[in-house]
DNA sequence: AACCTCCGATGAAACGATTTAGACACGGAC
DNA sequence: GTCCGTGTCTAAATCGTTTCATCGGAGGTT
């Protein structure tokens, strides 16, 4: 039952209620919430009561102004609709959980301006620490947080210098990988469909296709490049359009896609249009999400450790809260191709 | 450039550093910050100077502690991995954004005690309000959430008392839907794919179905149920599996799961064990995911207004907190039914 | 009986912002 | 010269919790 002032609406009730239904002190029950064992089991039972009649409910903001710290990580997405960070984000959650801590999850949706609004809330709000896929990994609002005393470590990307900790997947290796495994296939006219150069993931899967495919002596006009606005399924359909476009002659005969939604995009706009994968055209994908393994020609594609990567990245800003002695680190983990039927059936 | 204090670590500036440097009291500071019409320009200038110099970030601790209350919304989704419940998510972000308020995500992941937890949490932060997609709509710490002055508004569930607001879809309608479509097409035997009863979602859509099975005048051992533990992409497979099962003459000619994530797990499954879809089994899913559409074999779906059912939530949300004349709404959206090629095409 | 020790409980002082009542200076009007 | 209004700024109280120095009493030791 919460406490009524007055005539008025209820207001929660604080430790000092609590106190004086009991019976005891303010201390005493600040004792009782931090420190059980300092109070003996009759006063402890007491003030249990008490609160629980009176419904009280701690109040975090007087706790953690007094105390200078939260409870609480976050982790700013750069997409809530792709599954790779919803993965990433579970992998976060779990070592969160571990010690104790909740997560916010906040998403910048690819906007900058979003991401700079989430991370002055979080700021505002003094969470222990951020992980964040950011927009641009040299925004400068980044380097502001860390002189202000917020750890940050960056997940998915990295950065030249080394004042953050971050976790990230080699991508111009599994650029490399995606690509290599098409021209063992025996392609020789391959597409690279990828988002806005913008994005770093973009960039650097691009650049590994670019290395293997000139390793391999190819000529690079044969490496034919598409860009979308957006890696997103429906640009993938929009790429798909693109490519049947050509003439046939220049067509590629593979393409290998900067993230699974836009190669499952491209693989929906291929077969509704009648022709066939990988027959007609071969598709390695990015990311390696779970509906890449259910689409009915389950897709290649290259996997990332997501959930250690999120794990790992959680860790990272653990010690670094933790540990005055903390160094930072730059963790890479190594992505591996999973080939399935996009590249490798013989279909009918 | 942060404080420092002696020799020690850097803390962050307060109104009060902030005030000292710029030579006025500690109110004027405030001022500024919040009813900046009310210094005068030279002064307002000089402590914007000050701030900004000092590296000052306002304490959100202490200003919800003083105000009693905070800038923000949270929304506790029953899974994240599920991009249904993110488009929803959006919405709620838009609505949210143009109120000026954050929004945090959390993760119930369908289990109980992580919603409890995540609970108990915002209530301590003083959230304005609770956004959530709970997994028992009964569970009676909602209750006491709104007993003790937390607005919560429940998305894509009703409850039968109308304490709350809350934001649905009729699923009953959409499960008749569904099944009405597979009778118009000429199926005389049909699966429900569903999850747990546990989750009144795929209780209702099965209901649905029943009564539109039951309405046409069709025996209902034809009309078979399945269950899986969790209404995920690998469930559906494994759905699939014990449809090859079953023997021919009791075999279902076409499948309604209770998500789409059951949907293209079967819709794999079938094609990869070399059946085809529609003409072995035609399959309707639910919730129409972006991943339905972009299916190899479009998936028929049932389509929720996933933006619309965040916003309207949002809005009920906000005006329960703004408005103290405010009267609780039970709002039910109506689902429609999108038919594509898993149920219309005629393969080869 | 005097002394020491511990255990439990107390009360006051923070934490950093907002808010409110009032101080102060400066003109202008009578 | 007094009075008033206006525009700025100040000082102090306050939000709910944690923490720390302190205090009283029970029990044991000499």
New interface residues.
């Given amino acids: 039952?919460?406490i009524t002032t007055g005539a008025g609406s209820?207001?929660?009730a604080s430790v000092k209620d609590v106190a004086a239904t009991a019976g005891v002190s303010l201390g005493t029950v600040s004792n009782v919430l931090n420190r059980p064992d300092r109070v003996s089991r009759t006063t402890r039972e007491r003030v249990e009561r008490a609160m629980a009649d009176l419904?009280f409910?701690?109040?975090?903001?007087?706790?953690?102004?007094r105390t200078g710290s939260?409870?609480?990580l976050a982790y700013v997405m750069l997409d809530?609709?792709n599954?790779f960070f919803?993965?990433v984000?579970?992998g976060i959650?779990l070592a969160a959980?571990a010690a104790g801590l909740?997560?916010?999850?906040?998403?910048s949706?690819g906007r900058s301006a979003?991401e700079g609004?989430?991370l002055a809330?979080l700021?505002?709000?003094?969470v222990q620490g951020i992980l964040i896929t950011p927009v641009d990994p040299d925004d400068p609002q980044l380097d502001?947080l860390i002189?202000?005393?917020t750890p940050v470590v960056i997940v998915d990307r990295t950065r030249a210098g080394s004042s953050f900790c971050s976790v990230a997947v080699d991508d111009v290796l599994g650029g490399r990988l995606a690509v290599e495994h098409l021209i063992d296939a025996g392609h020789k006219r391959v597409a690279y469909v990828g988002g806005p150069e913008s994005i770093g993931q973009v960039r650097d899967r691009g650049e590994g296709a670019r290395q293997a495919w000139a390793e391999a002596g190819l000529p690079p006009e044969d490496l034919v490049v598409l860009s979308c606005e957006a890696p997103t399924?429906a640009c993938?359909?929009a790429a798909g359009e693109r490519l049947v476009g050509l003439p046939a002659r220049r067509r590629p005969t593979a393409a290998f896609c900067a993230n699974d939604l836009l190669a499952?995009?491209l693989?929906?706009q291929t077969?509704?249009s009648g022709r066939t994968?990988p027959g007609d055209l071969a598709i390695v994908g990015y990311d390696d999400i779970?509906?890449a393994?259910?689409?009915?020609?389950?897709l290649t594609s290259v996997r990332q450790p997501r959930h250690d990567l999120g794990r790992r990245a959680a860790e990272l800003l653990l010690d670094e809260v933790g540990d005055p002695a903390h160094e930072h680190e730059q963790v890479v983990f190594t992505p591996e191709l999973v080939a399935r039927?996009s590249t490798l059936g013989r279909p009918s």
Same sequence: chains 1, 2.
């Fill in positions: 039952m919460a209820p207001r929660s419904g409910v701690r109040n975090e903001s007087a706790r953690s102004l939260t409870q609480s809530a609709g599954p919803t993965d984000a579970r959650e959980e909740s997560l916010f999850l906040c998403n949706d979003r609004a989430h809330h700021q505002q709000q003094r502001q002189e202000r005393g399924v993938g359909r499952l995009g693989l929906q077969i509704s994968v779970e509906f393994a259910a689409a009915a020609v389950p039927a």
